[in-house]
């Protein structure tokens, strides 16, 4: 090893959301912990996020779900609506016995307000934040990992969290797989809500579905901005035109939906395209001192507005796993890697493949047309509010891969306190 790398107990490569909460959840349980990121400066680019309670569980248990309800806003329902016609097919209420069931709110949010709820308190909890570098390779030999970055630096760590997103490159060392494109190109957009602004179901999460083609709308920032996210299939991705999805097909691919969708398709800015693009689940996420973390280890379509819940689940179950990583004298336990690493990973595969798969399925089913599409309206309204039978196991506090409402430890697991003598 040389002389002039940096150490540390753990580098994390990426500062997006997944970075940020494994940064933190290893800080927390005593490592020393720097997170590198590539860009200039930190932030997310987009607009809205919805944290579902798998995931507000989880900023409940960092003491940050205060944070985000005061700039977030808990949507009352979570209304499907067939975009042609307009119809209500289905509404879930998002309080209430929903609320009680899953132990968290449903909460939609500025992905920048999460972003820096999440960046603040790894300020606070003392890890260290690295801009402006790009780590291009990974070696990891015996109980070190060597990280090597475009301007020549070398960071030298006991353990490495790969959280270099959909198109990552550390992911390499496990896979030889790369991104899957599904047809579908999304623009979103945030406006001010204003007294001219259409009034219905602005407390609401509003999905409209269409032939290949839907439409989100949700408020955010305590009502005051509106959110609007649009997705549609692309006609020239089929022809295997490189630039596909430009507005043009936007606009044409909503020409048969009611007013009020074509209305929203304004609220959208058009400069930023977003192909969607996930991958296949791969099992193995664990290369020697390195393991993936978010949409590195299982990138997924947004249908289920999971990505982001899922990465915040991750980091927790890794907090768990890596209890007793630190000793009393402040040492890091250099053998209790391995063993974590493979718990962690252990634990969340199957879960992270079954909602990747599931989302597939249920982008899917939005997508219909035909008898597709009233077959699909059917069982969509023989639905009842508060039937909970699609829901538990992407919500539900005892899923297995599912993180503790508090860190294991705290919760007297047979692992012991967060230092161990
Ligand atoms: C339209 C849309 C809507 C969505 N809606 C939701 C939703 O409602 N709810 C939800 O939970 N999820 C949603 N998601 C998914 C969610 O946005 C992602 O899953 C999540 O942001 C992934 O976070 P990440 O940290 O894993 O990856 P990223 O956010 O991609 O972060 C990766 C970071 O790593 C940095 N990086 C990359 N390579 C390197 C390198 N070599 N060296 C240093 N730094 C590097 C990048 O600059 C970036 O900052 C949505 C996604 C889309 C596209």
Known sequence: MSNDAATTDVLVVGGGMAG???????????????LVEVAPAFGEVGAGLQMAPNASRVLKRWGLLEKALEIGVQPKHLVFRDAVTGEELTRQSLGGEFEERYG????????????????????????????????????????????YTASGDVYEADAVLAADGLKSSLRGGVATDGPVSSAYVAYRGTVPITPETPAADLEDVIVYLGPNCHLVQYPLRKGELLNTVAVFKSASFERGEEQ????????????????????????????????????????????GRMALIGDAAHPMLQYLA???CQALEDAAVLQDATQGLVFTDGRVNPSAWEAAFSEFNGARAARTARVQRTARIWGESWHVDGVARVLRNMLFKSRGDNNFQYNDWLYGRNEPGVPAEVPAASAGSARGSLVEA
């Not at 940020?20 to 720097?34: I, M, P, R, S």
């Open 104 to 147: 968290a709110p449903y909460v939609v949010i500025h992905r920048s307000d999460l972003h820096r709820i999440l960046l603040e308190a790894c300020q606070e909890a003392g890890v260290t934040l690295v801009n402006d570098v790009l780590v291009q390779r990974v070696e990891t030999e015996g109980d070190k990992a060597r990280a």
């Open 244 to 287: 596909y999805g430009g507005v043009d097909e936007l606009e044409a691919a909503y020409a048969g939906c009611v007013p009020a969708v074509q209305e929203a398709l304004k609220n959208l800015a058009t400069g930023i395209r977003w192909p969607m693009y996930d991958r296949d689940p791969i099992e193995n996420w664990v290369s």
């Open 306 to 308: 999971q990505g982001a």
């Open 20 to 34: 940020l909460a494994g940064a933190l959840a290893l800080k927390e349980n005593g490592a020393d912990v720097t």
